[in-house]
């Protein structure tokens, strides 16, 4: 990873100014979802949501060491792993991503319409371990709901600061709400392993750097756990990277309270680059630490899947060559399109 400039405390929100229609969060959406923000804000003081959040991630070490044959059950290859159980099964510059494991599933519906099935990353049927982890599915269905009413706050005020940056009136807030797409992940980022010659070279890289395709991804802190036991994170360099529209490389600081919301491509797209989706990574501690894992929360707040989006013209260079030829496309087929752009050679 590049020289990083340091750490940057996002730009946050109280929740009861999320619920208060007439408040004015220009300034602050500017400066964080603006051309020179990080593209992640924070909201704090909400309701239950700390409570939700240790009860989710908690669960997160357990499904990762789950038995083999319990994993299996809930692993869905036609879906391009986009649901259920997935290990192994992305790629990031090029190579299987082993560092982490995660558990997808749709926080609206369980099963979704066998009619839209040609969309294999988005339309599909949730796969619970009923039998292994029983407690998952509530927990996680919990924090769901929870952030998507936080989304849905947040929202609102995005569509009010880009009307009144370009007199176009936003759809962000509708866009969801019609929605039955938004797609959650359980993420566990097993401990990292380095002999003692490596600690002083760079460390790798939890996740690779990507954006978001979806609208708004709603994120929980970070939980750090070792043997089920919550535990500091063990480097304060290790976490939450974002590169700016400047090529500034900061570490995206929020503290355990708060939720953040990163834009997505989808949102740059509709809003013609008013709001701004910026690249990040995990970063891994520099030096082994010792059994401690690392588990987050990510809800994708997106569009249905036969929703169409338009690709201006000033946006293609934005979006993956196969997106960037089509002037129209639906989200499902974006989604698939970026999907299969992650998977290792040997589940596509």
Same mark, same amino acid.
């Given at each position: 990873m590049a020289e990083h400039e340091g750490e940057f405390k996002i730009v946050t929100f109280r929740y009861s100014d999320l619920q208060n229609k007439d408040s004015d969060l220009t300034v602050d959406l500017e400066k964080g979802f603006g051309p020179n923000g990080l593209g992640i804000v924070g909201i704090t003081d909400i309701p239950g949501y700390s409570e939700s959040r240790k009860k989710l991630l908690r669960l997160a070490e357990k499904l990762a060491h789950l038995p083999k044959e319990s994993l299996r059950k809930i692993e869905d290859p036609g879906s391009g792993y986009s649901f259920g159980w997935s290990h192994g099964a992305e790629k990031f510059d090029g190579k299987p991503d082993f560092a982490k494991g995660s558990f997808y599933a749709n926080v609206c519906k369980d099963v979704l319409s066998d009619a839209n099935s040609r969309y294999i990353s988005q339309c599909g049927r949730n796969l619970w371990p009923s039998e292994d982890l029983p407690e998952l599915e509530p927990a996680f269905k919990e924090m769901g709901s929870l952030i998507k009413g936080v989304g849905y706050l947040l929202a609102y005020h995005c569509d009010k600061y880009q009307y009144r940056q370009s007199g176009r009136t936003g759809v962000l807030e509708s866009t969801l709400r019609h929605s039955q797409a938004h797609k959650a992940r359980l993420l566990y980022y097993y401990p990292v392993n380095r002999d003692s010659e490596q600690s002083s070279g760079t460390a790798p890289q939890w996740c690779g750097w990507h954006c978001d395709f979806g609208s708004i991804t709603g994120l929980t802190a970070a939980m750090y756990t070792k043997d089920g036991v919550e535990m500091k994170c063990p480097? =304060?360099?290790?976490?939450?990277?974002?590169? =700016?529209?400047?090529?500034?490389i900061v570490r995206a600081v929020y503290d355990e309270n708060c939720l953040a919301f990163q834009v997505g491509e989808t949102t740059e797209l509709l809003s013609e680059g008013i709001f701004h989706a910026t690249p990040h990574c995990v970063q891994t501690p520099k030096r082994s630490n010792s059994g401690v894992g690392r588990s987050t929360f990510a809800l994708f707040m997106q569009p249905s899947w036969d929703e169409i989006l338009y690709i201006p013209e000033s946006m293609k260079q934005k979006v993956p060559p196969a997106v960037g030829a089509a002037t129209s496309l639906t989200f499902g087929e974006y989604s698939d399109i970026t999907t299969k752009?992650?998977? =290792? =050679?040997e589940n596509q």
């Open positions: 480097d =304060t360099e290790a976490g939450l990277y974002i590169k =700016t529209n400047k090529g500034r752009s992650h998977l =290792t =050679t």
